[in-house]
């Protein structure tokens, strides 16, 4: 990620790691890499301001590079925008990237230099598509009948659509991005898994599961994976969630469950409510 603005100041904030793909689109995206050592991680970055700096670039842009397994990095191309993946920059950076666009655009130069930058966290993103990863990832239509996305510190959802909204054919099929930070990446990958098990959608497909798999699969947990994980790992049984729940268990959830279930006394059994007795509704003719 890089940022330049109309004085000639030219700036990197660390790279993204968007490995996993399917149809050579990024699904998941995370910052900073895994596999980067320091002094790789500033090659690049001087490589990739002088790129903008070779064409005397102005604004938000990401200068992308392959990595070999020998760690040799190759120039792939220059995003002359700002991309979905922007959040985990902001995330590790504590840059808002879109403020800064603006502000080169109105002229105004960087207020930071390089030294100024540094990493601190870590952060996942998981692009929710309404796709059928089971069905080779087909974008899927349908209603929102369901849609409650998770909340909490350290997590961040932007999103496009609300509950009972049509997801039609017409357009991009991606719904939302799930954005975790925390402190490493080992806590940041059980943060995401906690997110997508309290993100809530129905009446479409949705690749939260695929996400679920691949931030839990060991190849990720390593950082040893490429382009082809897809292609490597993904068995669509893999989605396929089973119970392990014991008899014992089973039984305890029952008796649980009836305890918390409403009386079955009769109306004529309960005491009269008083007659100045509050309703809970506010009365909003007061306000």
Request: charged share 25%; aromatic share 8%.
């Amino acid at each position: 990620q890089i940022l330049a603005d109309q004085h000639g100041n030219v700036v990197h904030l660390f790279e993204r790691e968007c490995s996993i793909q399917r149809r050579h689109q990024k699904v998941i995206e995370e910052a900073p890499s895994a596999v980067l050592t320091p002094e790789l991680r500033e090659a690049m970055g001087t490589s990739a301001v002088e790129v903008a700096r070779s064409c005397e670039y102005v604004g938000a842009g990401t200068v992308e590079f392959l990595l070999d397994d020998q760690h040799r990095f190759y120039f792939l191309e220059m995003n002359t925008r700002l991309q979905v993946e922007h959040p985990v920059t902001e995330c590790i950076t504590n840059v808002d990237l879109v403020r800064e666009q603006i502000r080169i655009a109105e002229g105004h130069p960087l207020p930071f230099r390089q030294e100024d930058l540094s990493i601190r966290g870590h952060a996942i993103e998981i692009r929710v598509y309404a796709e059928n990863a089971s069905e080779g990832f087909m974008p899927d239509t349908g209603q929102l009948t369901l849609y409650r996305p998770p909340i909490g510190p350290g997590i961040r959802v932007d999103d496009g659509v609300e509950e009972g909204q049509e997801v039609v054919i017409h357009y991009d099929p991606m719904l939302a991005k799930l954005v975790v930070y925390a402190d490493d990446r080992t806590s940041a990958i059980e943060r995401c898994i906690r997110a997508i098990d309290e993100y809530h959608v129905s009446g479409v497909h949705t690749t939260l599961d695929f996400g679920r798999f691949a931030i839990d699969h060991p190849a990720f947990r390593s950082g040893s994976f490429d382009t082809h994980f897809v292609e490597q790992y993904f068995d669509k049984e893999a989605l396929k969630r089973t119970g392990t729940l014991s008899k014992e268990s089973l039984a305890e959830l029952a008796v649980a469950l009836l305890k918390r279930a409403p009386s079955q006394e009769s109306p004529n059994s309960k005491a009269p409510k008083p007659v100045n007795a509050q309703s809970p509704w506010r009365n909003r003719n007061q306000h």
